[in-house]
């Protein structure tokens, strides 16, 4: 073919490339913003997400907190009682040991 054929064809082959490039390029460039959007909609959503799970999760330790000073109290409770009842026993065997002791002594003559 003349050298007449090459130029033209080869520069309207590098004129496509050179506009596909551009046309890809400014594709992205265009499409970044939306990107931008959708991610920060998304980081948006996973932050409501995480802050009503945090407040549950507080929410469900003020509630294990009131359930544990309750608990707490009882205990307290129980053991003052249980301390009563280990008196009460002591003094109940006290007094039957008492007389058992007096029943074993000899008599002595005064």
């Known amino acids: 073919m003349p050298d007449g054929v090459w130029l033209p064809l080869l520069a309207g082959l590098f004129g496509t490339l050179a506009g596909a490039i551009a046309t890809i390029l400014s594709a992205l460039i265009n499409r970044q913003p939306t990107l931008a959007a959708v991610l920060d909609s998304r980081i948006a959503i996973v932050m409501q997400i995480y802050e009503r799970t945090i ?17 707490e109290k009882t205990i307290l409770e129980l053991r003052d009682h249980i301390a009563q009842l280990e008196a009460k ?16 002594r000899p008599a002595t003559a005064p």
């Open 55 to 71: 407040g549950e999760l507080r929410t469900e330790i003020c509630r294990l907190q009131e359930k544990i000073d309750v608990y």
């Open 89 to 104: 026993i002591d003094i109940l065997k006290s007094r039957l040991n008492a007389p058992a002791l007096d029943a074993g």
